[in-house]
């Protein structure tokens, strides 16, 4: 549930987060007067639209409603990354503890095996 729950919010998050940056690269600047000089048109824009003022009101209080809302998110994304359980990092933290039996150490035997006379080389 906890890996759904993530999901869904960061989808949410991503969404609100591209929403808040289209919303403030459609907002005029301080320096949009300026750009009228030099042809940046002023008149027409979307003061048409939302009435000549009612732009600056609506894209600025949309704004602060969806800056409000990547902070929530942003809350519950830490909320939830932080109240889950971590899966193990390494095979061996999930392995199963069980002691191994001891078994006897072979010694080598004085013969070789292969007929080789190495063992008679002093040590």
Same mark, same amino acid.
């Given at each position: 549930? !906890?890996?759904?729950? &993530?999901?869904?919010?960061?989808?949410?998050?991503?969404?609100?987060?591209?929403?808040?940056? %289209?919303?403030?690269?459609?907002?005029?600047?301080?320096?949009?007067? #300026? %750009?009228? #000089?030099?042809? !940046?048109? %002023?008149? !027409?824009? @979307?003061?048409?639209? &939302? !009435?000549?003022?009612?732009?600056?009101?609506?894209? @600025?209080?949309?704004?602060? *409603?969806?800056?409000?809302?990547?902070?929530?998110?942003?809350?519950?994304? @830490?909320?939830?990354?932080?109240? *889950? *359980?971590?899966?193990?990092? $390494?095979?061996?933290? $999930?392995?199963?503890?069980?002691?191994?039996?001891?078994? #006897?150490?072979?010694?080598?035997?004085?013969?070789?095996?292969?007929?080789?006379?190495? %063992? #008679?080389?002093?040590?």
């Amino acid at each position: 549930m !906890g890996t759904y729950l &993530f999901s869904v919010i960061l989808t949410i998050h991503v969404i609100v987060g591209l929403s808040v940056i %289209g919303l403030v690269l459609m907002q005029h600047g301080k320096g949009a007067d #300026a %750009g009228a #000089a030099f042809g !940046g048109g %002023g008149g !027409g824009g @979307s003061g048409s639209i &939302f !009435g000549a003022s009612g732009s600056a009101n609506f894209l @600025s209080r949309t704004t602060a *409603t969806l800056a409000t809302a990547f902070f929530l998110t942003s809350l519950g994304l @830490s909320y939830v990354a932080s109240s *889950t *359980t971590s899966a193990p990092s $390494s095979i061996m933290e $999930s392995a199963p503890s069980v002691p191994v039996p001891a078994t #006897a150490v072979p010694t080598p035997s004085d013969e070789p095996v292969d007929g080789s006379r190495a %063992g #008679a080389i002093p040590k």
